[in-house]
C-alpha cells in the first residue's frame, strides 16, 4: 500500500508540475502577444503621426502655390501682361542682381586684374563732312596701345608685327 501512495504522490506531483509549466507558458504567450500589440501599435502611431507630417507639408505647399499665383496674377495685371517687365521685377526684387554682383565680385577678389577703360573716339555730332567717322577710326587707333599693353602685361602675350608693337616704357 505504501507503494501505491507513493506512486499517487509521484504521479499528482507530475500533475502539478505540468500544470504549472503549461501555465508558465500560457503566461509567457500572453506577454509575448502584449509585446506584440503594443510594439504594432507604437509602430503605427509613428507612421500615422508620419502620414499626418506629410498631408500637412502636402497642404503648406498647395496653399504656397496659390498665394504665389495670386500675386503673380496680380503682378501681371499691374504690369500689363509684360513677362519681361514681370520677369525684371521679379529678379530685382528677388536681389538676384545684387546676388551676382557679390558672386563676381568674390570672383576676382585677389586676382588684382588691370582694368583699363577705353571710351572710343571724342564722340560728338559734327558736321556731315565725314569729320566725325575719322574721328571714330582715330579713336580706334588710339585705343590700340593701351589694348596691347594690357595683354601684354595680363597673358605675357605680345601682338603680330604687322599689327604693332609695344614700345619699351609701356612694358
Not at 500500500?1 to 502539478?16: G, I
Not at 551676382?100 to 565680385?105: D, L, Q, S, V
Not at 579713336?139 to 602675350?157: A, D
Amino acid at each position: 500500500m505504501l507503494q501505491v501512495q507513493e506512486a499517487n504522490w509521484e504521479l499528482y506531483k507530475r500533475q502539478k508540475d505540468a500544470e504549472a509549466a503549461l501555465y508558465e507558458k500560457e503566461k509567457e504567450a500572453e506577454a509575448q502577444k502584449a509585446i506584440a500589440e503594443a510594439t504594432f501599435y507604437a509602430r503605427q502611431q509613428v507612421a500615422d503621426g508620419e502620414l499626418y507630417a506629410k498631408q500637412k507639408e502636402a497642404e503648406g505647399l498647395v496653399a504656397i502655390a496659390q498665394a504665389q499665383g495670386a500675386y503673380l496674377r496680380t503682378l501681371s495685371g499691374a504690369l500689363g501682361g509684360n513677362y519681361g517687365a514681370i520677369r525684371d521685377y521679379m529678379m530685382i526684387n528677388g536681389g538676384m542682381y545684387q546676388d551676382i554682383a557679390k558672386i563676381n565680385g568674390e570672383a576676382v577678389k585677389g586676382l588684382q586684374p588691370k582694368i583699363s577703360i577705353w571710351t572710343g573716339a571724342s564722340g560728338g555730332v559734327e558736321g556731315g563732312d565725314g569729320a566725325t567717322a575719322m574721328n571714330e577710326v582715330a579713336g580706334v587707333y588710339k585705343m590700340l596701345p593701351p589694348l596691347f599693353s594690357t595683354v601684354h602685361e595680363q597673358t605675357g602675350m605680345l601682338p603680330p608685327s604687322w599689327m604693332g608693337k609695344i614700345t619699351e616704357s609701356k612694358v
